[in-house]
């Protein structure tokens, strides 16, 4: 989840950052989870890709692709504007076609209400697994960007490199392709 | 999509009308959508339950069940809440057990956006199919209750009495459960 | 995956034990998977069922349940039929609206093919998450069915007694309702 | 769904024509179903590939790819062969990374039983929409592959172009995929 998202000129009407803290104080704000992935020619994925990131509680960690969603822009259009801000110019992310989420992320204040958690906010987030293509630099906030196998995606030594939930994401996003171990 | 849903008391914080009306022009908010329907024991959708209400945009119209998530609220309990609100207290909903909704449905003030129109606000709505036992009584500013068929959900004459793109998300529903003709 | 299906007489035309040999050793074989589930009223998985049964591969093992689809069967009646036989008259499953499996197994006589096993056949089974209410009674082949907590049932002692990749299976049904520990 | 698959030369047990007929007969049938799509940068279905080719029926319509899943061969593998051998070797079919149908597809002799319709089988088939980037050609028995806008494709001349249900599976894949007009 990034913060710097205030330099899109093709919305009208933004929130200052203090207004944004209110509502953030007052409102779920809605989010997208990228998980990105390579894959086959048969479909099967391969690698999980995960950015190395001051995440919302200050930890640095292992996280997907993640961001709000502004004022009139269309869900598919946020998951390429947060793939490419976290992924590079390069890379060529296969959008899916169908806008149905594999799971909805709900990150509270709370690390106990739902398991994911965001310091900062109730945010409701819809999570796809997108197919990478291309060649991918981590970007802005990111301190790196590395492409995991499933089975050591899971791993401990993964694991304990997330936070804010990531891990668990993580298993379903390989669960929903089939690749959980 | 409802109004008046300032008193649960189970969260904390609100927002007054105003603050309400000032994030409506800011940020996108998050709702739950609910096509209520009827099923057979072996699962089959038989009956499509609409709603007669006043529209977002005046108008008297068939709708599904629509409300808002609110700031703490899970959303399998805010499918619970607004179908409990527009059902009445004898309807027995069967929430289901994946959060993964079947469309995500974005409303925009502006109706050719993407064809889901609502003049207050742009909302991005997580929409579910809702099988439902039980009597159903429309309550609050609802005016009436009706069940159709798959087929007379679609037709020309049901379909004349929907705005906001509820049409459509009905033949999408009954598409993600086979029964569209 | 049961064996004594041949007494159904809706239907026509069926293969005698030999016809069926050949046959499964030449086409795959279509088999639905059903993983019941007890829901709370928001729909929250809260346990899983198992049935203790001789698997495929001989061994007693903790299995959902499993059976072949039939000529002129439709799914969902393969569905009911399936559930009934393994968990009783008195159970009310509540089959899906949606005809779209959460994942498809594929069962294969060689163990490495795809990490889910029957030594008998190759089946293509369509899984569903099947909540369940009322009475249930394990009935013919099974020897027990026991109900699991999600944590529980992807524990290292229960995983241990499950074999056929039963217990992957388990976890992906678990990833799909947001359940998966 | 075509007749030619027996050429495979990496499986081992194949069926001759006698005993496929006499399968066919008393076993549903494992297909896939695909619907080739071209899609824009952000996931956007902008227009559907139809085949044009004899149908199971007799009949020369307009169809999707569809054939039947081999005695080993897995579910994307079987879908890799049939694009590949409907749309030519320039096609570039991006396989779901998910197993997950958007919809299965029963087909029956008789064409009351589900709408779906093959005077052959009771065929069971996994449906997916299948993205196409690169050059298609028809090939094999096809005698023509044009695309569509999904208005097109939903418009009444093209659907009277359509038999055995393919109508209807491209109006459910439209809908998956959220361009149902």
């Known amino acids: 989840m990034s913060g710097a998202e205030v330099t899109t000129d093709t919305h009208e009407q933004w929130l200052s950052d ?74 060529l992310p296969r959008i899916p076609a169908s806008p149905s989420p594999f799971t909805v992320v709900e990150y509270f204040p709370d690390p106990d209400r739902s398991g994911y958690y965001d310091p900062r906010q109730h945010a409701v987030s819809l999570a796809y697994v997108v197919p990478v293509d291309g060649d991918c630099q981590p970007t802005q906030q990111a301190l790196d960007l590395a492409w995991f196998s499933p089975a050591e995606a899971v791993s401990p030594t993964v694991r304990s490199q997330m936070t804010s939930g990531h891990d668990r994401l993580i298993r379903l996003a390989l669960a929903h392709v089939d690749q959980l171990p």
Do not use: W
């Open 18 to 91: 203090d207004d944004m803290e209110v509502a953030r104080s007052r409102l779920p704000i809605v989010y997208v989870d990228a998980v990105p992935v390579r894959v086959d020619a048969a479909g099967n994925v391969t690698q999980v890709g995960m950015l190395l990131r001051v995440a919302p509680d200050g930890s640095i960690s292992r996280m997907v692709v993640s961001g709000r969603i502004l004022f009139g822009e269309r869900v598919r259009d946020a998951l390429v504007r947060h793939c490419e801000k976290d992924l590079g110019p390069m890379a």
